[in-house]
T-cell receptor, first 113, second 117 residues
Framework: GENVEQHPSTLSVQEGDSAVIKCTYS??????FPWYKQELGKRPQLIID?????GEKKDQRIAVTLNKTAKHFSLHITETQPEDSAVYFC????????????FGSGTQLTVLP | EAGVVQSPRYKIIEKKQPVAFWCNPI?????LYWYLQNLGQGPELLIR????????DSQLPKDRFSAERLKGVDSTLKIQPAELGDSAVYLC???????????????FGEGSRLTVL
Protein backbone atom coordinates (compact mmCIF):
# COMPACT_ATOMS: atom_id res chain seq x y z
CA GLY A 1 0.00 0.00 0.00
CA GLU A 2 0.86 3.68 -0.03
CA ASN A 3 3.25 5.15 2.53
CA VAL A 4 3.43 8.92 3.03
CA GLU A 5 6.18 10.57 5.02
CA GLN A 6 5.94 14.20 6.10
CA HIS A 7 8.59 16.59 7.36
CA PRO A 8 9.13 18.50 9.54
CA SER A 9 6.86 17.45 12.39
CA THR A 10 7.00 20.96 13.86
CA LEU A 11 7.80 24.28 12.22
CA SER A 12 7.99 27.76 13.71
CA VAL A 13 8.29 30.84 11.55
CA GLN A 14 8.07 34.56 12.09
CA GLU A 15 4.98 36.30 10.80
CA GLY A 16 5.56 37.34 7.21
CA ASP A 17 8.11 34.63 6.50
CA SER A 18 7.50 31.61 4.29
CA ALA A 19 6.85 28.06 5.42
CA VAL A 20 7.56 24.88 3.49
CA ILE A 21 6.32 21.40 4.36
CA LYS A 22 7.52 18.38 2.40
CA CYS A 23 6.04 14.96 1.79
CA THR A 24 7.22 11.86 -0.02
CA TYR A 25 5.07 8.98 -1.22
CA SER A 26 5.86 5.42 -2.20
CA UNK A 27 3.22 4.37 -4.72
CA UNK A 28 4.08 5.66 -8.18
CA UNK A 29 0.44 5.11 -9.20
CA UNK A 30 -0.80 7.80 -6.78
CA UNK A 31 -2.20 10.71 -8.71
CA UNK A 32 -4.07 12.91 -6.25
CA PHE A 33 -2.31 14.84 -3.49
CA PRO A 34 -4.41 16.98 -1.15
CA TRP A 35 -3.32 19.10 1.77
CA TYR A 36 -5.50 19.48 4.84
CA LYS A 37 -5.34 22.11 7.58
CA GLN A 38 -6.55 21.19 11.03
CA GLU A 39 -6.90 23.83 13.71
CA LEU A 40 -6.94 22.73 17.32
CA GLY A 41 -10.13 20.83 18.08
CA LYS A 42 -11.48 21.36 14.56
CA ARG A 43 -12.05 19.20 11.54
CA PRO A 44 -9.37 18.74 8.86
CA GLN A 45 -10.20 21.02 5.93
CA LEU A 46 -8.90 20.79 2.40
CA ILE A 47 -6.83 23.86 1.55
CA ILE A 48 -5.30 22.88 -1.76
CA ASP A 49 -4.77 19.81 -3.87
CA UNK A 50 -2.84 18.82 -6.95
CA UNK A 51 -3.23 16.07 -9.49
CA UNK A 52 -0.35 14.37 -11.21
CA UNK A 53 -0.95 16.01 -14.56
CA UNK A 54 0.39 19.33 -13.23
CA GLY A 55 3.60 20.27 -11.47
CA GLU A 56 2.47 23.29 -9.52
CA LYS A 57 -0.73 24.89 -8.31
CA LYS A 58 -1.19 28.18 -6.52
CA ASP A 59 -4.04 29.73 -4.59
CA GLN A 60 -3.25 33.17 -3.17
CA ARG A 61 -0.62 32.65 -0.47
CA ILE A 62 -0.44 28.87 -0.70
CA ALA A 63 1.07 26.73 -3.41
CA VAL A 64 1.82 23.08 -3.91
CA THR A 65 4.52 21.58 -6.09
CA LEU A 66 4.76 18.00 -7.27
CA ASN A 67 7.77 16.07 -8.50
CA LYS A 68 6.47 12.78 -9.87
CA THR A 69 9.90 11.43 -10.70
CA ALA A 70 11.16 11.90 -7.17
CA LYS A 71 7.74 11.11 -5.67
CA HIS A 72 7.59 14.13 -3.48
CA PHE A 73 5.34 17.13 -3.10
CA SER A 74 5.52 20.25 -1.01
CA LEU A 75 3.27 22.89 0.48
CA HIS A 76 4.47 26.48 0.40
CA ILE A 77 2.86 29.23 2.45
CA THR A 78 4.08 32.77 1.82
CA GLU A 79 3.59 35.87 3.97
CA THR A 80 2.52 33.73 6.90
CA GLN A 81 0.00 35.07 9.37
CA PRO A 82 -0.86 33.96 12.92
CA GLU A 83 -4.08 32.39 11.65
CA ASP A 84 -1.99 30.01 9.55
CA SER A 85 -0.96 28.30 12.80
CA ALA A 86 -2.40 24.78 12.66
CA VAL A 87 -1.49 21.19 11.88
CA TYR A 88 -1.09 20.49 8.19
CA PHE A 89 -1.48 17.01 6.71
CA CYS A 90 -0.46 15.86 3.29
CA UNK A 91 -2.05 12.82 1.68
CA UNK A 92 -1.81 10.70 -1.43
CA UNK A 93 -4.05 8.30 -3.30
CA UNK A 94 -4.76 6.91 -6.73
CA UNK A 95 -8.17 8.43 -7.28
CA UNK A 96 -10.79 6.18 -8.76
CA UNK A 97 -9.10 3.15 -7.29
CA UNK A 98 -10.21 0.92 -4.46
CA UNK A 99 -7.51 2.43 -2.27
CA UNK A 100 -7.99 4.95 0.45
CA UNK A 101 -6.33 8.26 1.09
CA UNK A 102 -3.12 7.80 3.08
CA PHE A 103 -2.18 10.70 5.33
CA GLY A 104 1.19 11.93 6.48
CA SER A 105 1.85 12.30 10.19
CA GLY A 106 1.26 16.04 10.20
CA THR A 107 3.25 19.24 10.69
CA GLN A 108 2.47 21.62 13.54
CA LEU A 109 3.04 25.08 12.10
CA THR A 110 3.36 27.96 14.53
CA VAL A 111 3.51 31.50 13.19
CA LEU A 112 5.06 33.80 15.74
CA PRO A 113 3.78 37.41 15.82
CA GLU B 1 -25.36 23.26 2.53
CA ALA B 2 -24.71 21.34 5.73
CA GLY B 3 -21.37 19.63 6.05
CA VAL B 4 -20.68 16.24 7.56
CA VAL B 5 -22.44 16.03 10.91
CA GLN B 6 -21.22 13.85 13.74
CA SER B 7 -22.48 13.16 17.23
CA PRO B 8 -21.70 13.13 20.01
CA ARG B 9 -18.81 15.61 19.94
CA TYR B 10 -17.46 14.32 23.23
CA LYS B 11 -17.95 11.08 25.10
CA ILE B 12 -16.40 9.90 28.35
CA ILE B 13 -16.94 6.30 29.38
CA GLU B 14 -15.38 3.72 31.61
CA LYS B 15 -13.50 0.83 30.08
CA LYS B 16 -15.56 -2.17 29.08
CA GLN B 17 -18.59 0.03 28.39
CA PRO B 18 -20.07 0.29 24.89
CA VAL B 19 -20.13 3.48 22.85
CA ALA B 20 -21.63 4.49 19.53
CA PHE B 21 -20.92 7.35 17.15
CA TRP B 22 -23.22 8.65 14.45
CA CYS B 23 -22.42 10.33 11.16
CA ASN B 24 -24.56 12.05 8.55
CA PRO B 25 -22.57 12.69 5.37
CA ILE B 26 -23.04 15.48 2.89
CA UNK B 27 -26.14 14.92 0.82
CA UNK B 28 -25.36 13.02 -2.36
CA UNK B 29 -21.97 11.75 -1.22
CA UNK B 30 -21.85 8.04 -1.95
CA UNK B 31 -18.65 7.25 -0.12
CA LEU B 32 -18.36 7.46 3.65
CA TYR B 33 -15.28 6.93 5.78
CA TRP B 34 -14.56 6.44 9.44
CA TYR B 35 -11.10 7.51 10.54
CA LEU B 36 -9.29 7.23 13.84
CA GLN B 37 -7.06 10.13 14.85
CA ASN B 38 -4.72 9.87 17.79
CA LEU B 39 -3.24 13.02 19.27
CA GLY B 40 -0.49 14.43 17.09
CA GLN B 41 -1.02 11.95 14.28
CA GLY B 42 -2.73 11.84 10.94
CA PRO B 43 -6.11 10.20 10.42
CA GLU B 44 -6.04 6.43 9.92
CA LEU B 45 -8.81 4.70 8.01
CA LEU B 46 -11.02 2.28 9.90
CA ILE B 47 -13.66 1.55 7.28
CA ARG B 48 -14.89 2.89 3.96
CA UNK B 49 -18.39 2.52 2.56
CA UNK B 50 -19.54 2.92 -0.99
CA UNK B 51 -23.26 3.41 -0.62
CA UNK B 52 -24.27 0.70 1.87
CA UNK B 53 -21.39 -1.65 1.10
CA UNK B 54 -18.26 -1.77 3.24
CA UNK B 55 -15.55 -1.94 0.58
CA UNK B 56 -12.53 -1.60 2.86
CA ASP B 57 -12.66 -2.65 6.49
CA SER B 58 -9.22 -4.20 6.70
CA GLN B 59 -8.11 -1.78 9.45
CA LEU B 60 -11.22 -2.19 11.60
CA PRO B 61 -10.57 -4.23 14.79
CA LYS B 62 -13.51 -6.51 14.27
CA ASP B 63 -13.39 -8.12 17.68
CA ARG B 64 -14.72 -4.95 19.29
CA PHE B 65 -15.55 -2.48 16.52
CA SER B 66 -18.53 -2.63 14.21
CA ALA B 67 -20.08 -0.23 11.75
CA GLU B 68 -23.14 -0.03 9.61
CA ARG B 69 -24.62 2.13 6.89
CA LEU B 70 -27.93 0.41 6.35
CA LYS B 71 -29.60 2.78 3.89
CA GLY B 72 -26.46 4.11 2.30
CA VAL B 73 -26.73 7.49 4.05
CA ASP B 74 -26.16 7.76 7.82
CA SER B 75 -23.62 5.53 9.51
CA THR B 76 -22.88 4.39 13.02
CA LEU B 77 -19.61 3.17 14.48
CA LYS B 78 -19.76 1.09 17.63
CA ILE B 79 -17.14 -0.06 20.09
CA GLN B 80 -18.00 -2.82 22.53
CA PRO B 81 -16.33 -3.15 24.92
CA ALA B 82 -14.18 -0.04 24.93
CA GLU B 83 -10.56 -0.23 26.06
CA LEU B 84 -8.25 2.48 27.41
CA GLY B 85 -6.37 2.53 24.11
CA ASP B 86 -9.50 3.46 22.21
CA SER B 87 -9.29 7.03 23.50
CA ALA B 88 -9.00 9.12 20.34
CA VAL B 89 -10.97 11.28 17.95
CA TYR B 90 -13.20 9.38 15.56
CA LEU B 91 -13.61 11.30 12.34
CA CYS B 92 -16.27 10.70 9.74
CA UNK B 93 -15.75 11.91 6.20
CA UNK B 94 -17.57 11.69 2.92
CA UNK B 95 -16.72 12.12 -0.72
CA UNK B 96 -18.61 12.46 -3.97
CA UNK B 97 -18.78 9.48 -6.24
CA UNK B 98 -17.70 5.92 -5.68
CA UNK B 99 -15.26 3.52 -7.27
CA UNK B 100 -13.67 5.05 -10.34
CA UNK B 101 -15.91 8.09 -9.99
CA UNK B 102 -14.61 8.89 -6.51
CA UNK B 103 -12.93 12.27 -6.73
CA UNK B 104 -10.81 11.52 -3.67
CA UNK B 105 -11.63 14.85 -2.03
CA UNK B 106 -12.73 14.23 1.53
CA UNK B 107 -15.02 16.40 3.62
CA PHE B 108 -14.62 15.76 7.32
CA GLY B 109 -16.96 16.09 10.24
CA GLU B 110 -15.89 17.76 13.48
CA GLY B 111 -15.16 14.39 15.03
CA SER B 112 -16.20 12.56 18.16
CA ARG B 113 -13.64 12.71 20.93
CA LEU B 114 -13.71 9.56 23.04
CA THR B 115 -12.11 9.31 26.44
CA VAL B 116 -12.02 5.89 28.06
CA LEU B 117 -11.30 5.91 31.79
Amino acid sequence: GENVEQHPSTLSVQEGDSAVIKCTYSDSASNYFPWYKQELGKRPQLIIDIRSNVGEKKDQRIAVTLNKTAKHFSLHITETQPEDSAVYFCAAVRSGSARQLTFGSGTQLTVLP
Amino acid sequence: EAGVVQSPRYKIIEKKQPVAFWCNPISGHNTLYWYLQNLGQGPELLIRYENEEAVDDSQLPKDRFSAERLKGVDSTLKIQPAELGDSAVYLCASSLGSGRANTGELFFGEGSRLTVL
